[in-house]
C-alpha cells in the first residue's frame, strides 16, 4: 500500500541547518513529480519545493535561495536541505505528488520543523 514517511525534524536556532527525508512506497516514484508541504499552525497546508522526474526544481519565494529540494529514485527518496531557516518557518513538513494524486487524499504524519528565534 502507498506509504510516506518523513522524517529529519526537529528544534533549530533561526539561522540553522535541517535535512528532512522522505521515503516513499506503494507509489511508482520515479514517474511523479514530488514535492514538500508545510502547514503551520493556523494556516493552510502549502507546497515549498517540487522535483520533477526530469529534476526541474521549483520553489515558493520564501524559501528561494535557503531550501534545496533532491531525490534518489534508485532508494524512492526525496530531500530537502533547509539552510538558513527562519521563526516562519516553524511548520509540519510533509512529502507528497506534486500535483496530489496518491488515493484516498493520503498523507504522512509529517515531521515538525520548530525554529527558535
Known amino acids: 500500500q502507498v506509504q510516506l514517511v518523513e522524517s529529519g525534524g526537529g528544534l533549530v536556532q533561526a539561522g540553522g541547518s535541517l535535512r528532512l527525508s522522505c521515503a516513499a512506497s506503494?507509489?511508482?516514484?520515479?514517474?511523479?513529480?514530488m514535492g514538500w508541504y508545510r502547514q503551520a499552525p493556523g494556516k493552510q497546508r502549502e507546497l515549498v519545493a517540487s522535483?520533477?522526474?526530469?529534476?526541474?526544481?521549483n520553489y515558493v519565494d520564501s524559501v528561494k535561495g535557503r531550501f534545496t529540494i533532491s531525490r534518489d529514485d534508485a532508494k524512492r527518496t526525496v530531500s530537502l536541505q533547509m539552510d538558513s531557516l527562519k521563526p516562519e518557518d516553524t511548520a509540519v513538513y510533509y512529502c507528497?505528488?506534486?500535483?496530489?494524486?496518491?488515493?484516498?487524499?493520503?498523507w504522512g504524519q509529517g515531521t515538525q520543523v520548530t525554529v527558535s528565534s
Open positions: 507528497n505528488t506534486d500535483p496530489l494524486v496518491l488515493p484516498y487524499n493520503y
Open positions: 506503494g507509489i511508482i516514484f520515479r514517474l511523479n513529480t
Open positions: 522535483i520533477t522526474r526530469g529534476g526541474t526544481r
